[in-house]
């Protein structure tokens, strides 16, 4: 199925509360294919906010950015397929054998339950850090050959991604910032969503200036039209 530009957009809801999570998740849920629970958001509601999630419709990415010895991350890549999420991912400085072992423990409970296995997820370098091209390319390489799903990597290495892992490899891209939006807070590499979606990424990921914004639901739906005039078809 065609991803839709629509469906591009992931919204983090970097909010503290449930309450505050599913709130903005019905505002802007209907401009959004996948909505991101991070780290803060899981600690403080846990999975119960997971499955509410899940229950009212929503596509959920799980971002914890597991990284540990493969047998603990084995566990959590299960724990996050039973939850039926969408996406959660990993680090991919863990290592091939790390990666590999979420990828497959993930579909083997995924299977056992009858859901749907979540598409893994291997994170390059934060975009709050400097990196290399090449740095990031063979991280997407090494995530390639672990069998994950795809990287989170900057919307300016999304070109080099692309060549390192090939077509059909997803790109997630965090660090955008709208073209009417003000300052890039504590990243260094940002981009615009056009400028994503030109540059080949699959999905962009955007917090701030949806959750900052007075009409979150009409920042969400100006980022899908932004995307939409990239010409880039899905």
Not at 140 to 158: L, M, P, Q, T, Y
Not at 166 to 183: H, N
């Amino acid at each position: 199925m065609p991803i839709g530009d629509r469906n591009r957009l992931m919204v983090a809801l970097d909010v503290p509360t449930r309450a505050e999570a599913l709130s903005l998740a019905g505002r802007v849920g209907p401009h959004a294919g996948h909505l991101k629970v991070g780290m803060r958001l899981f600690t403080a509601e846990g999975p119960d906010l997971v499955r509410a999630l899940k229950a009212a419709g929503h596509g959920v990415f799980l971002d914890l950015k597991y990284h540990d010895i493969p047998n603990t991350v084995a566990e959590a890549a299960a724990a996050a397929a039973a939850l039926g999420v969408d996406f959660f991912d990993v680090h991919a400085s863990g290592g091939v054998d790390m990666m590999r072992a979420a990828v497959e423990a993930s579909r083997t409970e995924a299977a056992r339950l009858g859901l749907r296995p979540p598409a893994v997820l291997a994170v390059t370098v934060l975009t709050s850090m400097p990196s290399t091209v090449e740095q990031v390319a063979a991280l997407a390489e090494s995530a390639r050959e672990a069998g994950v799903d795809g990287v989170v990597a900057s919307a300016k290495e999304a070109r080099a991604v692309r060549a390192a892992a090939g077509p059909g490899f997803l790109i997630v891209t965090p660090g955008i910032r709208p073209s009417w939006a003000a300052g890039t807070n504590d990243q260094r590499r940002v981009a615009t969503p056009r400028e994503a979606i030109e540059n080949g990424a699959d999905y962009i990921v955007v917090g701030r200036p949806i959750l900052k914004a007075e009409d979150p639901a009409g920042a969400a739906a100006a980022i899908v039209s932004e995307m939409e005039r990239s010409g880039v078809t899905p």
